[in-house]
Nanobody, 123 residues
């Protein structure tokens, strides 16, 4: 069964950095898209970044220039390097996967999800 497990969340001061990791198991799809989403209390879940084999990484406008997504395709492992963190980045961050490439970072198109890892950025 497909399983995604996130790690690396924590608490950090504004301007700091964190690196999130997502380990996927139970699939070997070469065309799988893996991405990051986040959800803060009282707000809708939003796409952060995603990448597929042979594709260009995609980023939400709010994180461009600050976050970098990378992936070890052979191990189905996804990373999110977050720098220059802001209080508004505070959220539960989720790893997600779908097949047939990364057309867009829309949560309804991703059927597989991890349990989430909390990121808290204080002023």
């Amino acid at each position: 069964q497909v399983q995604l497990v996130e790690s690396g969340g924590g608490s950090v001061q504004a301007g700091g950095s964190l690196k999130l990791t997502c380990v996927g198991t139970g699939f070997t799809r070469s065309d799988a898209c893996m991405g990051w989403f986040r959800q803060a209390p009282g707000k809708e879940r939003e796409g952060v970044a995603a990448v597929a084999q042979g594709g260009n990484p995609m980023y939400a406008d709010s994180v461009k220039g600050r976050f970098t997504i990378s992936r070890d395709f052979a191990k189905n492992t996804l990373y999110l390097q977050m720098s220059s963190l802001k209080p508004e980045d505070t959220a539960m961050y989720y790893c997600a996967a779908r097949w047939s490439g990364c057309a867009s970072i829309i949560s309804s198109f991703f059927p597989y999800w991890g349990q989430g890892t909390q990121v808290t950025v204080s002023s």
